[in-house]
Nanobody, 124 residues
Framework: QVQLVESGGGLVQAGNSLRLSCAIS????????MGWFRQAPGKEREFVAA????????KYTDSVLGRFYISRDYAKNTVYLQMNSLQPEDTAVYYC?????????????????WGQGTQVTVSS
């Protein structure tokens, strides 16, 4: 089993930044892909970014390219999502997810483990 705990959400004004953290426990992640997803009220959960635990390959949805950055810290067993130039349309609950995979995954139903989510609200 893999346990994921997100933190770092909050209320910010447009143009500001936040860094989300996803603390991981339960097992080693050498063959896992990690993803960040978000879900706004009344909308489906959507892919934001993904990274392989081993390696540097990353993937982003088009709307966050150049603003959001996904990374991981091996020593802290943590995945981060640095979010810059936040806009009101980025408002959502953000979820961390994990799946045993050698390739990056972008569909929610491809992930096996999920955190509880952290709320990000961007005011205009």
């Amino acid at each position: 089993q893999v346990q994921l705990v997100e933190s770092g959400g909050g209320l910010v004004q447009a143009g500001n930044s936040l860094r989300l953290s996803c603390a991981i426990s339960g097992r080693t992640l050498s063959s896992y892909a990690m993803g960040w997803f978000r879900q706004a009220p009344g909308k489906e959960r959507e892919f934001v970014a993904a990274i392989r635990w081993s390696g540097s390959t990353t993937k982003y949805t088009d709307s966050v390219l150049g603003r959001f950055y996904i990374s991981r810290d091996y020593a802290k067993n943590t995945v981060y999502l640095q979010m810059n130039s936040l806009q009101p349309e980025d408002t959502a609950v953000y979820y961390c997810a994990a799946v045993k995979s050698d390739s990056l995954r972008i569909l929610p139903n491809e992930y096996d483990y999920w955190g509880q989510g952290t709320q990000v609200t961007v005011s205009s």
